[in-house]
Antibody, heavy 118, light 108 residues
């Protein structure tokens, strides 16, 4: 059974840093591209970042230069290092698996809440 | 960046109704369009991929069509469990995805 479990969310001050983790199981993690998607309270989904199976990385304009996505295949883990956090980064952050042939996001974690506030 | 615009933003309908939600892309995305359903407090769930292919386990009352810039999600006969928010998402631009703003489907 495919499972994605996020952790690392919490309360952080503006300008601070946080590292999110996503533990994957039930599939051959190294062969899939992985994504982070966020959702502010009462708002829609916002794609944040992705990493391919060859460690190629992609970012939305709103986080480029501040967030870094990475993966550790030996640990079946995905990470999101978030620096210079702003109020607007407050959201539930989901990790999601990218299907290798359909390019859809076919499995999602339950999300972890990041709150940026002074 | 490719923008996706969904319409309507919200919709009221009754059990048994046929409902259509539209997603328009700012440029052609071929058939690289996926649909998700999200219920309050839950993660999104993949419904359709590649415009019209049903994800495993999704009821056949859900269907999708379109190509290029205009796409639709149709629910043939609304069931009580279908009241949720629906999002379209494009996967045309390599791994740099975007989502529509969502359509909230409410009970009339």
């Amino acid at each position: 059974e495919v499972q994605l479990v996020e952790s690392g969310g919490g309360l952080v001050h503006p300008g601070g840093s946080l590292r999110l983790s996503c533990a994957a199981s039930g599939f051959n993690f190294r062969t899939y591209h992985m994504h982070w998607v966020r959702q502010a309270a009462g708002k829609g989904l916002e794609w944040v970042s992705a990493i391919g199976s060859a460690d190629d990385t992609y970012y939305s304009g709103s986080v480029k230069g501040r967030f870094t996505i990475s993966r550790e295949n030996a640990k079946n883990s995905l990470y999101l290092q978030m620096n210079s956090l702003r109020d607007g980064d407050t959201a539930v952050y989901y990790c999601a698996r990218g299907h290798t042939s359909t390019y859809s996001l076919d499995y999602w974690g339950q999300g972890t809440l990041v709150t940026v506030s002074s | 960046d490719i923008q996706l615009t969904q319409s309507p933003s919200s919709l009221s309908a009754s059990v048994g109704d046929r409902v259509t939600i539209t997603c328009r892309a700012s440029q052609s995305i071929s058939s690289y369009l996926n649909w998700y359903q999200q219920k309050p407090g839950k993660a999104p769930k993949l419904l359709l991929y590649g415009t019209s292919s049903l994800q495993s386990g999704v009821p056949s009352r859900f269907s999708g069509s379109g190509s290029g810039t205009d796409f639709t999600l149709t629910i043939a006969s609304l069931q009580p469990e279908d009241f949720a928010t629906y999002f379209c998402q494009q996967s045309y631009t390599n791994l740099r995805y975007t989502f529509g703003q969502g359509t909230k489907l409410e009970i009339k």
